[in-house]
């Protein structure tokens, strides 16, 4: 049944970007996503696939574990590479066949956005969810949002929300496994018979699950109650984010990364 | 409110109620006093273990005295300070640390340490004061290793030595215990209750632990026994458990000792004192003295015979062995046991000795990697196997199966669809299926009336008996119970057991998961030890504590009626020191030499 659990995909491994503050990997990460779009020429694009095989190299994660995060996006890849093929009628026409018509122009666009897509989702994961645990990006997301606490957003809440969460997830999955088992002892069966009477096989698990929570739900709001919990006014970190020398400097060196295939780019046209 | 936290003075009453009333309003509308004009008062450094069944008042108690609850009448002072006040409710709440019961449902960390540090960084501890907090409170209770665990990889036992870290932190004056230890096993238990003890020595902090067992009870200074939220009795232990009458009548059971002096004077027609029942020395004395004095007509009786184990084999397993992935070790190796019909086998283990997945291999639920699980159909004679697809359905109707906290698996709206949710699914018709429904009901004590409620609104042991009637409903020839008792009050408890026995007379063959050694000593007909995976011993309870087993070896306690038998061996060698009924060891204690001499 159930086991093993890993939310998000995070790639346990010592490397430079493991390390780093992960408000500087949600700031990059956002400058990456720009610059990527930005780069439009092929030039620009052999510029761009080379740093993302440089922030590779740094992550320390074997290049098949960074290529699986591609996988669950390679229908959308090959949708939007077809759509773009097909739909661009200026240019030449490299090939026709009835109503379908590919232009040279066609053929560099579809090329050009199929591969902009691998690439943020390259940049996602090495940036976000290889190299971060989901707890970190939390508090990235809780620090980076404080500004928000002026419009009365609870950030604090949110992320004490969030954290929970993640904390629950393996004990829930565990219920679930159990639940199923019970209710199997009982004839319910849950991978024979049509979709809806999955469905309604579903049920049993789904109403014990569902009363369990919210009676721990109610039990954990006890004991963080008897642990003095007020919300996030007045509340110390054990391990607060803070930025060192070397993520300032890292920061630096990788924004600077970033806009390289943009000046690649420039240069190129220059010449 | 304030929200400043003062340090303490000097105080000497850790806790003093006055009157305390405090009631809360039900969904029917009507309101339910749960503590009724209870007064005490707890001394710095005390031990006070309270007492009562399900529902008696205690947890509301001491939510009162942490201000998680504020009480509606009387007075109440914590730390010598007026707990009324809203200034003082910081430094009272920051002061008084509190256990759960249910381990999983107390964790707020996503790791060991940040779970610990998440009460200090509520009283907004600074660095680096804070991390030395943590780092102390996990050395103090031995989980400085898991520091960067997650708490799913903790077992129960640890996740409860958590707790008391993560309360710990927060530098405590009082800890209360709200059967905190009710969900561990007999090892986990004794750790955490040792952890306790040695906080109590270093720390003078108050203990106030909520309780249903009687031996956790011994332990403290005092004892509050509640019933309808009222105080029946308040004293030291011995005092409280010499009422024999008043404990009695209050659902609450007595050490085995003292059940078995109270059977001897019973059954010898003798009128103890009180005093006999202080100690465990005290009533061996006491027995002593009344089988020397006992007078020679004595009305004899005689023990109910016990029926010999049957011939018929329900259930056979051999040579079963399972592993949750290749390359993972054996989670059980190498099982080989039978059933026979109307027998009670009793599996013991610790927590992670393979024991739950040994019962899911026997209806089928898991397949076994190596060797068989077979069923007999008692209408054709012969034995289904596990191995076989086909016959899966067929067993499932053989074996009934009732997981730990079963009540975790009612989902109808009603307590009628959810019994009959099982027959139904065995394809039996719909009168049969209302047939079995109404079998179902008496044998586990439910009336009719219940039938159109909806299930979620039940009390906990009703609650646990509907989910045994849905299993009983699909009428099984074997009965898979893994810790059928658990959670319950002492009533409670011996309500399921009593069901149990009387399914035994029934030919119903069960096999009974436990870990409480007394409980499986004294109804079992068979017992299987897993260790580790291993299946170390399995025969009866008079082979297993005999000489020749090892069962220290095996990490198993002897049951404590044992023990108490062992001692008045010396004086009266022929006393039977197998019989792990207090009853039956008191008619051996009596009339025990007679059978030998007129024999």
Redesign the interface.
Known sequence: MI?DVSIGRYYQADSVLHRLDPRVKVFLFIVYMVTVFMADTAIAMAASFGVILYLTFLSRIPVMEVLKSVRPIVFIMIFIFVLNLFTNRSGETLWSWGVLVITDDGLKRAILLAFRLFLLIIVTGLLLSLTTTP?KLADALESLGSPLKVIHVPVNEMAMTI??A??FI??LV??TD??M?????????YDTGNIFQRAKGY??VL??LF??AF??AE??A?????????GG????????LRMKGSDWLWMVLLTATAFLPVLVDLLWKIK | MA?EIRALGNFEQAVEGEDLVFSYSTNTGSDVLAVDHVSFSIKRGEYVAVLGRNGSGKSTLAKLI?L?EYADGGKLRVFELDASDDDNF?TI??H???V?Q?P????????V??DV???????????PE??QR?QKALGYVGLLEMADR???ALSGGQKQKLAIA??LA?QPEILILDESTSMLDPKARDEFLQLVARMRADKRISVIHITHDMHEAFLADRVIVLEHGQMRLCDTPSEVFSQVEVIRSLGLELPKWAELLWEVARICEVEVDKSAFTSEEKAIETITSILKNKKADLKKEMPAPRTPLSEKVVLRVNGLSHS??KKEKKAISDINFDVREGEILAVIGHSGSGKTTLI?HL?G?LRPLEGQVEVLDASTGEFLSTAKNAEI?KI?KHV????QY?E????EETVEKDIM??P???GYSEERCKELLMESLPLVGLSEDVLSRSP?ELSGGQKRRVAFA??LA?DPDVLVLDEPAAGLDPVGQNEIFGYIQQLKEKGKSIILVSHDMDKAAMIADRILVLKKGEQVFFGTPRELFSEKTDFVRMRLDRPLLMNTMLSLKKEFPYADEFEFDYKRAALSLVFGNEEVSSS
């Open positions: 086991k707890l954290s929970i993640l904390r393996p004990t565990e219920e159990k639940i088992k019970a209710q199997s002892s009982r004839g319910a069966e049920v049993t109403v014990p009363v369990s009676k721990r039990e954990l006890t004991a963080m109650d008897a642990r003095c919990y007020k006014v007045g509340k110390t970190k054990l391990h607060p | 929200d942490n998680l910081w709440r920051s008084c640390g509190m759960f249910n999983d449902n107390q964790i707020v960390g996503t790791t340490e940040e540090a998440f009460g200090p960084e509520n009283l907004s501890v600074p660095l804070l991390a943590v997650q708490p799913s993560g309360v927060m949750y992935g899911s209806n639920i359905k499932r009934g199966l009732l997981f079963p975790h698996q009612l989902f949710f099982g139904k699914k065995m979620f849905g299993i699909m």
